[in-house]
């Protein structure tokens, strides 16, 4: 609860919020850039609200999950709007939050703090299982847009998309995230201590 609440008061600073509707934006900019294989998408919009866990925590990232959906929908509207989808959206940004935020190691000179590299590299992996691989799934299959596929054949397809493109997921998530935490203590001057 204390992660959440520190969290939380992330909402009274200014420049996290700003910072995190740049980053809301960006992942709007690269959610644009989806590569539709028709069994599955490949995006790499992960990374913003990953940032935004990073920095600011679970209940920011949550919220910035959930925006991020409804704003993709008003951008693009492909049908209908599915409610679902904004709760699996939170709790993707939920997942990098409890697990990135205040989490950092002290910094020693060394370009890259080896714990946080770890802890993005195990937030992705959840991501993947949790988010892409079960609740996508169980929604796609709930709002009916797996009907001429079986259960066993949409899972095969999301296994195999998912497992191709989760080494590319880990090298770009601990390299982006890495330079976006280095660049925000570097233009804001401050370091977060471990929680």
């Known amino acids: 609860m204390k992660m959440f609440q520190e969290s939380f008061k992330e909402f009274k600073d200014l420049r996290a919020v700003v910072v995190t509707g740049l980053l809301i934006a960006l992942s709007m900019v690269i959610e644009s850039f989806t590569i539709n294989l028709g069994f ?18 679970p209940s920011v990232s949550l919220f910035a999950g959930a925006v991020c959906d409804v ?7 492909d049908g209908a709007f599915f409610p679902l989808y904004t709760l699996i959206g ?3 940004g939920l997942i990098y939050g409890l697990i990135a935020y205040r989490k950092l190691s002290k910094r020693t000179g060394k370009e890259y703090d080896f ?12 991501d993947v299982v949790v988010i892409n691989l ?3 799934t169980a929604a796609n299959f709930h709002y009916g847009f797996l009907r001429d596929k079986t259960l066993s054949a949409a899972i095969i397809a999301r296994v195999t998309k998912n497992l191709l493109e989760l080494p590319v997921d880990i090298i770009l998530i601990v390299g982006v995230l890495m ?17």
Do not use: D, S
């Open 115 to 126: 714990e946080m590299m770890i802890r993005l590299i195990i937030a992705r992996v959840i």
């Open 90 to 92: 939170a709790a993707q």
């Open 179 to 195: 330079a976006v935490l280095k660049a925000y203590t570097m233009v804001f001057g401050r370091r977060r201590t471990a929680a």
């Open 71 to 77: 704003l993709g929908y008003l951008v693009a509207p």
């Open 40 to 57: 599955a998408k490949i995006n790499f919009a992960f990374l913003a609200i990953a940032a935004i866990g990073m920095l600011y925590g």
């Open 134 to 136: 079960v609740c996508n």
